[in-house]
């Protein structure tokens, strides 16, 4: 073949292309991205929750709460990953009031182990929190509160009650168990606690610690009580070269159950020397170290520390 009628078949053949493609793209009918949303489920292997997504087809409110509690609820052809809604329980009722979603599911739910649990109830909530006119979801477990693994009741949940990674899947899920110190009835002594916890791989287990003892002992522990004022804002937590550095707002000087700062600052170091990558810990308000405080880092002191009943 001649060359020149070669390539101008091969040009003729390119700009063939090109025109299909542009025939395709228009024919193509573009999607609004309001009607976009991200639809939650679990992945196979349990430990994380994955975002796909969903093009709504509703416009009123209680129809795209049913659309997505129906996505939810159905299992994916090929299996790649569980709907949240189809693990073994079933939602009885649902009740939106005041910006506020109540699913109420039946006892089935509590067979769920507590990592899979966490990570449903992160992937109902990130689903439909989306719904415009639904700010918090609640969960019960035919008709009665929820608790978490801890013991601790779990109450409204929104976005910010699970921390999103960057990508596309949110935070996986461990299980930790920490030593904690807490105040006795008197507030003169530090009594330790052991506490399981799932929390999210996003956040250091220093931060948990700090979080742990700003939240208190839980309801069901007797004798123990917050060495640290509930109150209290974390800023930031690190660790560099073994120092834990924990910033925190000034309500920390604000002292509770007439417990001292000293032993609301060992009631913080003693819980987190607990921890193997913490040797002492420096305590900053709003970024500097109280003149008030003994020393500007602090190491296990054991001697704030009793039993109960002693």
């Not at 073949?1 to 299909?20: A, P, Q, T």
């Not at 979080?211 to 060495?227: C, F, K, N, S, V």
């Not at 937590?237 to 509770?256: E, H, S």
Request: glycine share 6%; charged share 20%.
């Amino acid at each position: 073949m001649d060359e020149g009628l070669y390539m101008k078949r091969i040009g003729n053949i390119i700009v063939l292309l090109f025109c299909l493609l542009a025939m395709t793209a228009c024919g193509k009918e573009e999607v609004d991205e309001e009607k976009i949303y991200q639809v939650y489920y679990v992945s196979n292997s349990e430990t994380k929750v994955e975002m796909h997504d969903y093009v709504m087809q509703s416009e009123d409110t209680e129809e795209q709460l049913e659309e997505l509690i129906q996505c939810l609820s159905t299992m994916p052809d090929k299996l790649k990953y569980k709907a949240p809604l189809a693990m073994g329980f079933q939602v009885l009722s649902m009740k939106l009031e005041e910006e506020k979603l109540l699913l109420n599911v039946d006892a089935a739910y509590s067979n769920l182990s507590p990592t899979t649990e966490v990570l449903v109830r992160a992937a109902i909530v990130h689903t439909l929190i989306q719904i415009e006119g639904i700010n918090y979801v609640g969960i019960t477990v035919e008709g009665n509160q929820l608790f978490d693994n801890a013991g601790e009741v779990v109450s409204w949940m929104n976005a910010d009650t699970f921390i999103n990674n960057d990508g596309n899947e949110i935070n996986t899920y461990e299980l930790a168990r920490l030593k904690l110190y807490f105040a006795n009835e008197s507030g003169d002594r530090l009594v330790a606690s052991y506490r399981e916890k799932h929390y999210s791989t996003n956040v250091s287990m220093e931060r948990l610690v700090v979080e742990e003892l700003i939240a208190g002992p839980t309801g069901q522990i007797e004798g123990m009580y917050p060495a640290i004022n509930p109150q209290t804002k974390i800023i930031n937590v690190m660790t560099k070269d073994g120092i834990c550095y924990v910033n925190l707002d000034a309500t920390f000087l604000t002292v509770v159950n007439n417990v001292s700062t000293e032993v609301a600052i060992y009631s913080m170091v003693n819980s987190l020397v607990e921890l193997s990558n913490v040797n002492k810990v420096q305590i900053m308000i709003n970024g500097e170290v109280p003149s008030t405080f003994a020393t500007a880092t602090y190491e296990r002191n054991l001697d704030y520390v009793t039993t109960l009943g002693e």
